[in-house]
């Protein structure tokens, strides 16, 4: 396929940042609250999980002693009943979502497969939308493997979580708000969250690490993090937006994503002096 200004290509994680633009304007305009727990700016129907691991520790004694840090609580003979010194109180944040600090981690030995639907069928290579409420049923119910703010963690399953938390409390769906917020005023409109049937002829072709041709798999649940489509001529609407001077709340919203939030210490192999940002590196 000849690649024109129209082309549609499938922007993989680079998705994020039209998430994070979305992210930081709600919060300019007062929706949202980037520091507050996530499970008080929520529906209840979604639970925001807890970090469970508490350290105690244990004291050994020879008599019955009563620490001031609990009177009337005895501490006697060889044991103890032990003294909380950690516990899961740090909650989770938009912040720490969008910068990889939720504690989120993978599941053991899913190699991925927490991205597709319970009917996935790969004998029939069937790869049917994992949807929106799929997504945040699993959020509900994922453990932490880190305290919130403790360590860096790349999660784009958590950056799918916090595109879809974004519409909790709206009738839109995430397609319908990003569009409406973001793509609309920077005049992207060849940029979506799905493509219809005729763009289909329009999309780039996808080839695996073999060199066999892919098709296009349009993850439902997944677009707020590697889900958008759009064509280099809507791209370069939005890199001259960005770099331009607005008065407007998307503008402002954009430039503060790129300003560093976190650097990494002590960072990654091969990634020293990486700071992270809402969405940017």
């Avoid at 499938?10 to 940042?17: A, H, K, R, T």
């Avoid at 050994?60 to 609580?73: C, D, F, L, M, N």
């Avoid at 305290?147 to 709206?170: C, M, R």
């Amino acid at each position: 396929l000849k690649v024109e200004p129209t082309t549609y290509f499938g922007l993989g994680e680079v998705s994020q940042i039209f998430t994070h633009a979305l992210m930081m304007k709600m919060e300019l305009e007062g929706q949202i609250d980037l520091y507050r727990p996530l499970a008080e700016q929520v529906t209840p129907r979604v639970t925001v999980p807890l970090f469970s691991r508490m350290t105690y520790e244990f004291l050994q004694a020879s008599e019955i002693r009563h620490p001031k840090e609990y009177p009337g609580v005895p501490i006697w003979g060889g044991f103890s009943c032990g003294k909380v010194i950690d516990t899961p109180l740090v909650p989770i944040t938009y912040c720490r979502l969008a910068t990889h600090f939720a504690g989120l981690c993978p599941q053991p030995g899913s190699k991925g497969r927490w991205l597709l639907s319970k009917k996935y069928r790969p004998d029939k290579r069937q790869f049917p939308l994992i949807s929106s409420e799929e997504i945040l049923t699993q959020f509900s119910s994922r453990e932490l493997c880190a305290k919130p703010g403790e360590s860096f963690q790349y999660s784009d399953w958590g950056i799918a979580v916090l595109g879809q938390l974004l519409t909790v409390n709206s009738t839109l769906s995430y397609g319908q708000m990003v569009k409406e917020e973001v793509f609309d005023p920077i005049n992207m409109q060849h940029t979506h969250a799905k493509l219809e049937e005729d763009e289909l002829y329009d999309l780039a072709q996808g080839y695996s690490l073999k060199g066999k041709k892919q098709a296009p798999i349009f993850w439902e649940g997944m677009v707020p993090s590697m889900g958008i489509y759009s064509t280099p001529q809507d791209m370069m609407h939005f890199l001259q937006y960005a770099s331009r001077s607005h008065s407007s709340i998307l503008h402002h919203a954009i430039r503060n994503t790129q300003a560093p939030e976190v650097k990494l210490s002590p960072a990654p192999k091969d990634w020293e002096g990486l700071e992270v940002g809402y969405g940017w590196w």
